[in-house]
């Protein structure tokens, strides 16, 4: 059982590692495309956000990658915290109006999902 909790542990890590990555990319790469999801008229602070958005976030996901596994934890412990935070970040923008609803509940469950599998992939402690 022990060894099919480390492989769930490893599953969610990848996984985790794969949307930083992933979300990470389009921000960075295409911030427009990704602003016109969000509901906003992309402007040059918007994109600005959504690139420094972009690099944290690919450089989180490679930290999920790598084989140094005392790296790997480190990035693992940040994890809950930072995608709780985005989770928070995303329902208060949606519930003030800040955020159209539908892109709010979107970003809210985006979050929500990877904060899960931050818990889920944390390494046993000992």
Do not use: C, W
Not at 105 to 117: E, K, P, Q, R, Y
């Amino acid at each position: 059982m022990s060894d099919k909790l480390e492989h769930y542990r490893d599953y969610a890590r990848i996984l985790l590692a794969g949307i930083r990555l992933l979300n990470g990319a389009a921000a960075l790469f295409a911030p427009k495309l990704l602003a016109r999801q969000f509901g906003d008229n992309p402007n040059h602070a918007i994109i600005y956000v959504l690139r420094l958005f972009g690099v944290r976030t690919i450089i989180v996901g490679i930290e999920l990658l790598v084989p140094d596994e005392e790296l790997r934890a480190s990035a693992l412990r940040y994890a809950i915290p930072i995608h709780a935070s985005d989770t928070l970040a995303a329902a208060f923008a949606g519930i003030q109006g800040q955020l159209p609803s539908r892109v709010s509940i979107m970003l809210t469950a985006i979050s929500g999902v990877n904060t899960a599998l931050a818990i889920i992939a944390q390494p046993r402690k000992g």
